[in-house]
């Protein structure tokens, strides 16, 4: 059985040397415990910051230990009277074929209707963060126009539908043309942006979006950004989710004062952290599968293959070369 550990703390872009593959004995279980095999593992950005020792909301992870994320495992054997054998379980586990655990904080999936790596996707941490970030912090109004950056990934692409089911105007930008045909294609997005091609952004924000912008969901930061609080209206909400475009970044960014933008537009940025709506993951989980059955919201993944191919679907985030939720198959 194969694990991947944290063999160095990256020095800007991550590199496959950061990790360490080692082969380990499948582990036997005792009395109250299950054995799991790994299906789905979930790669984000913000493991990135984890990977640092740089103190964040969550803990860094240690060298020589196991990587840990998002995971979807089938119980393969059980000493536990709450799991059977064959149940899918969701997951914080660490990336190995095979582990085993008490249950503790693992979440039985129902697989008969959603497939496995949709919990990690739109009806998982993905899918909370775009509805309790939109809703909590954006409080979106039916025809206020929405734009998102970092659209076309696994948490853009779920903000932008639930946007257009709230009745908004919704603008995408996304890093290449697929990408922007894909968030009007499929997501139903107005208008995209491909800020790769696009030589003055704050022009181009402008005309995508002519009522000015209300709400803004940042998933990258930096100049992307900037370029779009030239166009905020008045009390425009911003939802500061992410920033991938500085998390390899050595040096702290210098960019443009916002102060001014927000005094001008009484207008309200604010961080978000998932973890601080756990009350509300419930409410959050039910409305994503109603919407995820009546098909408004579509889960859109790339799949890799292979449980050794996880450390590269992790840097591959950094160029874009997903659409929607990178997961690997194991
Ligand atoms: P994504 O699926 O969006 O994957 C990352 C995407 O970011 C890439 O596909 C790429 O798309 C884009 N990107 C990469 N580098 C850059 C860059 N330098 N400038 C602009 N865009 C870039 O990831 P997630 O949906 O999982 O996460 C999105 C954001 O939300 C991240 O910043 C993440 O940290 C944050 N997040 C925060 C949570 C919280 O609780 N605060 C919870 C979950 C996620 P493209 O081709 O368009 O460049």
């Not at 095999?37 to 992870?61: C, H, I, N, Q, W």
């Not at 950004?225 to 008045?234: P, W």
Request: hydrophobic share 40%; aromatic share 8%; with cysteine.
């Amino acid at each position: 059985s194969h694990t991947i550990l944290l063999n160095k703390r990256p020095v800007g872009r991550p590199e496959l040397s950061d990790f360490k593959t080692i082969t380990e004995d499948q582990p036997t279980i005792n009395s109250g415990e299950i054995l799991l095999k790994t299906s789905y593992v979930s790669v984000d950005p913000y493991l990135r910051g984890r990977m640092s020792d740089a103190k964040s909301y969550a803990e860094p992870f240690e060298l020589n230990k196991p990587m840990v994320s998002g995971v979807i495992a089938e119980i393969v054997e059980s000493q536990n009277e709450k799991f059977k054998v064959g149940q899918f379980v969701s997951g914080m586990l660490a990336w190995k074929q095979f582990q085993k655990s008490s249950g503790e904080g693992l979440r039985v999936v129902d697989t008969s209707e959603v497939g496995e790596s949709v919990y990690l996707g739109a009806l998982g941490m993905t899918g909370m963060t775009a509805f309790l970030g939109l809703t909590e912090i954006g409080k979106p109004k039916k025809g206020e126009t929405i734009i998102i950056s970092g659209a076309a990934g696994a948490v853009g692409s779920i903000v932008g539908q639930i946007g257009k089911i709230l009745g908004c105007r919704v603008v995408g930008i996304a890093g290449s043309d697929e990408k922007v045909n894909m968030l009007k294609s499929q997501f139903g997005f107005d208008e995209g942006i491909n800020y790769n091609t696009t030589e003055n952004m704050a022009e181009a924000i402008k005309k995508a979006c002519p009522d000015g912008v209300d709400v803004y969901f940042d998933n990258v930061g930096g100049e992307i950004s900037d370029a779009v609080l030239y166009s905020i209206n008045r009390f425009a909400r911003m939802i500061i989710c992410g920033a991938i475009s500085s998390y390899n970044e050595t040096e702290t960014v210098k960019g443009l004062s916002v102060q001014p933008f927000l005094v001008k537009n009484s207008a309200l940025m604010q961080g978000f952290i998932l973890g601080n709506y756990a009350e509300k993951f419930p409410e959050a989980t039910s409305q994503l599968l109603e919407w995820f059955k009546e098909g408004k919201i579509k889960s859109e993944e790339t799949v890799v293959e292979g449980f050794e191919n996880i450390p590269q679907a992790f840097i591959d985030l950094f160029d874009g070369k997903n659409k929607g939720k990178m997961v690997v198959k194991a």
